[in-house]
């Protein structure tokens, strides 16, 4: 079956970084758009960064200059790794996959915090 597996958050000062990678498995991961989501409570999952089968990126305005996404067909993952990092990047950030016929997929989520 479907499966989307995200790891690397965590605790991080302001200002610092982390590496969340989503780990892929049950669906032929190159034809899939993969995308980084967030959300706080409270709040609506918010978009942060998507990346296309052709490898095509986008990011959310707040995220643009300090994210990049990026994805390895041959492992099945993808990678949002994180630069200056602020108080307000603090979310449980999601994994998502999306088929040609825009089928979604979800991981189960890891939590970022950023404080001091």
């Known amino acids: 079956q479907v499966q989307l597996v995200e790891s690397g958050g965590g605790l991080v000062q302001p200002g610092g970084s982390l590496r969340l990678s989503c780990a892929a498995s049950?669906?032929?991961?190159?034809?899939?758009?993969m995308s980084w989501y967030r959300q706080v409570p409270g709040k609506e999952r918010e978009l942060v960064a998507r990346?296309?089968?052709?490898?095509?990126?986008n990011y959310a305005n707040s995220v643009k200059g300090r994210f990049t996404i990026s994805r390895d067909n041959a492992k099945s993952t993808v990678v949002l790794q994180m630069n200056s990092l602020k108080p307000e990047d603090t979310a449980v950030y999601y994994c998502m996959g999306e088929s040609p016929a825009r089928f979604r997929y979800w991981g189960q989520g890891t939590q970022v915090t950023v404080s001091s």
């Open positions: 049950g669906f032929t991961f190159s034809s899939y758009a």
């Open positions: 990346i296309s089968n052709g490898g095509r990126t």
